[in-house]
């Protein structure tokens, strides 16, 4: 049992952002559960738990529970559930980290599903016909966070196709649009909110790749929040003074040479081989120098 937690906390650590999502998103489900059949046992109806990890659809509570907004996006209930989220997660997570970065990746899945809760709870005090049951509604589930991948690769790139069995090769774009259609067409069944949300999270993934191809990239102030959130725990190291030697011009020049050679290079790259060929430091130097 001991070796079970050493090797689920070591990949914990040295996985990718998939990795860490999907580990979180069990843990939250495994605890849930575990707590339902505890309160049972007391013949405590409910989980009261999953009272303070959902979002609830008034405004008034929300204000009260505003941790909410981040922690629905983690939190499941039926194994069904849970499960094709996770695989849709992982199957379009690997495809968004061919053209983006993991910091893009966990900063999308964060706005997706704020995105996806503001949606939600706006949908169900604006029109009257969730305001019978608006009290008494809540969203779980990281639905929201998963069309917002899903939305931003296939609008960033609408040439990517995907294999689907019984059907053969499509582009991802058509099965975006096919989502989000069906998901329109069920805003007013029984789960309409989780439904909502997927428009929220699938129009964030829309304006994120939008933006990205003109070189914005809307998760960046999320990332620099998290990182501030992070670091405030951690000691700040002792400032090191160094002296460096002025720049002289025949340095400037070699340095200038360098960096056009790298550049044509990896322009070169791109035109011959496409976007996804690129290393993750390749793509950070064309980002650079388009922004100069």
């Known amino acids: 049992m001991e070796s079970i937690f050493t090797n689920l906390k070591r990949t914990f650590h040295n996985g990718n952002i998939l990795a860490k999502f999907i580990l979180i998103n069990l843990g939250v489900f495994i605890l849930i559960r575990l707590a339902a059949v505890f309160f049972l046992l007391f013949n405590v109806q409910g989980v009261p738990l999953l009272n303070y990890l959902q979002l609830p659809a008034s405004p008034v509570l929300v204000l009260y529970k505003p941790w909410t907004l981040f922690t629905y996006m983690f939190t499941h209930y039926d194994f069904l559930h849970i499960l094709f ?17 993991p910091r893009q990746l966990g900063g999308i899945y964060i706005l997706g599903g704020i995105a996806g809760a503001v949606l939600f709870v706006l949908a169900y005090n604006i029109f009257p016909y969730f305001h019978a049951v608006a009290a008494n509604s809540a969203l779980i589930g990281a639905s929201a966070s998963v069309m917002a991948i899903v939305f931003a690769v296939s609008f ?8 689907l069995l019984f059907i053969g090769r499509v582009k991802l774009i058509y099965l975006a649009l096919g989502t989000l259609l069906l998901d329109f067409l069920a805003i007013t069944s029984s789960n309409a909110g989780g439904h909502i949300a997927h428009l929220g999270g699938a129009f964030f993934g829309i304006w994120f790749a939008s933006r990205m191809k003109v070189g914005k990239d809307l998760t960046a102030p999320m990332n620099r929040l998290i990182d501030k959130v992070v670091n405030l725990g951690k000691r700040k190291p002792k400032m090191k003074v160094t002296y460096k030697r002025a720049e002289t011009d025949y340095d400037y020049n070699a340095r200038k040479n360098k960096e056009n050679a790298d550049l044509d290079a990896i322009l070169d790259k791109l035109k011959h081989s496409g976007y996804q060929s690129l290393s993750s430091e390749e793509k950070k130097k064309l980002f650079d120098a388009s922004k100069k």
């Open 85 to 101: 989220n996770m695989l849709w997660l992982y199957w379009f997570g690997r495809i968004f980290l061919q053209f983006f970065t």
């Open 156 to 163: 960033y790139r609408k040439d990517y196709e995907i294999g």
